[in-house]
C-alpha cells in the first residue's frame, strides 16, 4: 500500500506559477514510476505528466508540456509539479497516481496503469 498526500494548490491568477507537492508513505518510493492527472467537475479525468523511477524519463500531454515540469525527490519520497504560465484551463483538481509498472509512454497516460492515487487539490487559475 502506497499513500500519498497531495499540497500546493490554491487560487492564483492567469501567468502565475504554483508547485504541487506528492509525499509517498508506506513502500519505497523509488520502485514506484509516478503521474499527475486532473478533472475538472463533469469532464473525464486527465493525464498531466509522468516520470520514471530515477526520474531520468518524463513524459507530458501537449496541453502542458513546456508550461509544466514534473520532478520528484526519492529521498524525500516526493514528487512535484512546477506549473508555470497558468491558464484559466489548468483549472482542476489535480492527483498524484503511482505505479509499480515500468515507465512506458504508450501506458503511462493511462489512469488505469495507476495503482495508488491521492486525494487531491484543487488549482483555481482565475483570468
Known amino acids: 500500500q502506497v499513500r500519498m498526500v497531495e499540497s500546493g494548490g490554491g487560487l492564483v491568477q492567469a501567468g502565475d506559477s504554483l508547485r504541487l507537492s506528492c509525499e509517498a508513505s508506506?513502500?519505497?518510493?523509488?520502485?514506484?514510476?509516478m503521474g499527475w492527472f486532473r478533472q475538472t467537475p463533469g469532464k473525464e479525468l486527465e493525464f498531466v505528466a509522468a516520470?520514471?523511477?530515477?526520474?531520468?524519463?518524463?513524459t507530458y500531454s501537449d496541453s502542458v508540456k513546456g508550461r509544466f515540469t514534473i520532478s520528484r525527490d526519492n529521498a524525500k519520497n516526493t514528487e512535484y509539479l512546477e506549473m508555470n504560465d497558468l491558464k484559466s484551463e489548468d483549472t482542476a483538481t489535480y492527483y498524484c497516481?503511482?505505479?509499480?509498472?515500468?515507465?512506458?509512454?504508450?501506458?503511462?497516460?493511462?489512469?488505469?496503469?495507476?495503482?495508488?492515487w491521492g486525494q487531491g487539490t484543487q488549482v483555481t487559475v482565475s483570468s
Open positions: 516520470i520514471s523511477e530515477s526520474g531520468r524519463y518524463t
Open positions: 497516481a503511482a505505479t509499480h509498472r515500468a515507465f512506458l509512454l504508450r501506458v503511462m497516460s493511462d489512469r488505469s496503469t495507476y495503482d495508488y
Open positions: 508506506g513502500r519505497t518510493f523509488a520502485n514506484y514510476c
